[in-house]
């Protein structure tokens, strides 16, 4: 309960100060203004007052508010900057352009410098944690120790890793020991033991939830006479959120064609020309309640990729990718054709994205809960992919995909689509699947209890 209201202490104190830079920053850039005798005046303190306050909108919907503790500064300041771009785009009709990039270039520095100064102050308090890694499954070991160590500078140091049934051991490496990451392969049974045995020690614990601590994250605490319970509702939307989300499908979908239009027919004419084959091609993929339907999609690799091969998924330097399709897949433009499966009601702007039946049989063997993800419509971006990339496994994004399920809103909706854009801008984001598994130092060695201290992230 206290925990809450620490939260939304936090949040308004971000609020505040956001409103106070953004309302500093008209002020500053009229006095630059008028140092440099351009004779602009401050716009009426009824406008500047109206713009600050909105400005607590666009971040609240570019994720600006969620604790920035173990986040990457750049997600933080590239979300920041960006609802500061279409802030200031709303006084185009008001202000002079000269005028409108004085204050937004006062607003980013004010406004990063905040953000920066509060991301350090949690890495202050909460970075260089030592962290041990529990697992019972080498090839996840591996793979989490790739993600610990590759993680954003400054928040952990990896001590090394060791079996759940040896965990006791680590008591003799206490002082090297900040936090613990209980990965999915640990049984229930271990799993709690470890947690209470590190829970009294007080100690901080990470671990992977699997698809049941999910549900019961996103249930409804409940009372049953004198006794508590937790409801688990149906991962599914109501009546009333499928035509609220429809409704908000066919407006942005119809909004977004009419402006991508002239990107769609400039690709649509220069990819035939640096490359053997059509534009555009359609491909049979698996959407709500398993229904097939073909997914329309800009031709970004050679013609006939996957002929000698079979299906396989987008590797990272796939050589099958086209020069142009490599940066159309990197600003994800090889998708705006799918604007109009939305159009016909086969996908959503947001939601789990679309995948190949031939695929798809192969992750429900693996993930029985998989089917799980077709109680809703595939969308052309999603929780999975704002968070995640291309190398993001399979069991990752499906535990996204579950939240957004649960946790579905209009708002949700809105602040996913908004934050696109960065992804958009993120690069890195759109890299293939890595063929090739991370190899962990050879200090640490299942079930090794040795220390690693140089490698730090």
């Not at 063997?365 to 995640?388: M, N, W």
């Amino acid at each position: 309960m206290l925990e809450g209201y620490k939260d939304r202490f936090y949040v308004l104190i971000m609020a505040m100060g956001d409103s106070i830079l953004v309302f500093t920053s008209f002020l500053l850039a009229n006095l630059l203004y008028g140092f440099l005798d351009y004779g602009i005046l401050l716009p009426s303190n009824t406008f500047v007052l109206s713009i600050s306050f909105a400005s607590i909108g666009l971040f609240f919907f570019f994720d600006c508010y969620s604790f920035v503790k173990r986040k990457r500064i750049k997600s933080i300041l590239i979300n920041s900057v960006l609802a500061l771009s279409l802030l200031n785009v709303s006084q185009l009709f008001v202000n002079s352009l000269g005028f409108i990039l004085f204050t937004f270039m006062i607003q980013v520095v004010l406004i990063s410098l905040f953000r920066f100064g509060l991301w350090y102050r949690s890495q202050w308090n909460m970075g260089q944690k030592k962290v041990w890694v529990i697992s019972d499954d080498p090839d996840e070991t591996n793979t989490i120790i790739d993600k610990v160590l590759n993680h954003t500078n400054g928040w952990f140091e990896l001590s090394g890793f060791v079996l759940s049934k040896d965990f006791k051991k680590l008591y003799a490496y206490k002082s090297d020991l900040d936090v613990i990451l209980i990965c999915a392969s640990v049984k229930d049974h271990h799993k709690k033991e470890i947690i209470d045995y590190f829970s009294s020690a007080k100690k901080e614990i990470l671990f992977i939830p699997d698809l049941t601590d999910l549900l019961v994250a996103t249930s409804e605490p409940q009372q049953v006479h004198d006794m508590m319970v937790y409801s688990i509702q149906p991962s599914t939307l109501s009546r009333g959120d499928h035509t609220l989300k429809r409704l908000f499908d066919i407006v942005i979908s119809s909004c977004l064609l009419v402006v991508s239009s002239p990107i769609m027919l400039l690709l649509y004419v220069i990819i035939p020309l640096t490359s053997k084959g059509p534009a555009l091609f359609l491909q049979e993929r698996i959407g709500l309640n398993g229904k097939s339907y073909f997914v329309y999609k800009f031709r970004s690799m050679e013609e006939n990729a996957e002929e000698e091969t079979g299906p396989i998924l987008a590797r990272d330097n796939d050589p099958r990718v086209t020069t142009l399709g490599k940066w159309i897949r990197a600003t994800r433009l090889d998708e705006l054709p799918q604007l109009f499966n939305v159009l016909q009601g086969e996908m959503s702007i947001v939601g789990p994205r679309p995948e190949r039946d031939y695929f798809i049989q192969q992750f429900k063997d693996k993930i029985p809960q998989y089917k799980q993800r077709f109680s809703v419509k595939p969308g052309i971006t999603g929780l999975a992919q704002v968070l995640g990339n291309y190398t993001t496994s399979v069991e990752d994004k499906l535990r996204y995909d579950l939240m957004y399920i649960r946790q579905y809103s209009l708002v949700l909706d809105v602040k996913i689509l908004l934050q696109t854009l960065r992804v958009i801008l993120q690069r890195d984001q759109a890299k293939g699947v890595r063929i090739s598994s991370f190899a962990p130092p050879k200090e640490l060695t299942v079930p090794s209890l040795k220390i690693n201290k140089q490698r730090k992230v």
